[in-house]
């Protein structure tokens, strides 16, 4: 599945934003995560969600202020960013992996296909 992100933007601290992960392919067999790269730091796991949308998981980082959401019939994942700090500022990329009801993934070479990566930049 080819997966295209977007929704970046340059924000101030405590603002919210929405990126969008819309899919060529039916994302309704894959589950769906999204991860994050800074300038000289590795990828960072995000946020996952299973297939159909019943079950989330968040990294610590992020926990209590992003929500990841999927429309299936759209083929689009989100993630709503909410009380954006400047230490959310990276590189946002969403992944995808084909896979059965039930589960999610945390570890970025779980997944098969990934989109080409939107900015998002926090200002203090």
């Known amino acids: 599945v080819q997966l295209q992100a977007s929704g970046g933007g340059l924000v101030q601290a405590g603002d919210s934003l929405r990126l969008s992960c819309t899919a060529t392919?039916?994302?309704?067999?894959?589950?769906m995560g999204w991860f994050r790269q800074a300038p000289g730091k590795e990828r960072q796991f995000v946020t996952t969600?299973?297939?159909?949308?019943?079950?989330?998981y968040y990294g610590d980082s992020v926990k209590g202020r992003f929500t990841i959401s999927r429309d299936n019939a759209k083929n689009t994942v989100y993630l709503q960013m909410h009380s954006m700090k400047p230490e959310d500022t990276a590189v946002y990329f969403c992944?995808?992996?084909?896979?059965?009801?039930?589960?999610?993934?945390?570890?970025?070479?779980?997944?098969?296909?990934w989109g080409q990566g939107t900015q998002v930049t926090v200002s203090s």
């Open positions: 992944a995808a992996r084909w896979t059965v009801t039930g589960v999610y993934y945390t570890r970025d070479d779980d997944y098969t296909d």
């Open positions: 392919g039916i994302l309704s067999n894959y589950a």
């Open positions: 969600i299973t297939r159909a949308g019943t079950r989330t």
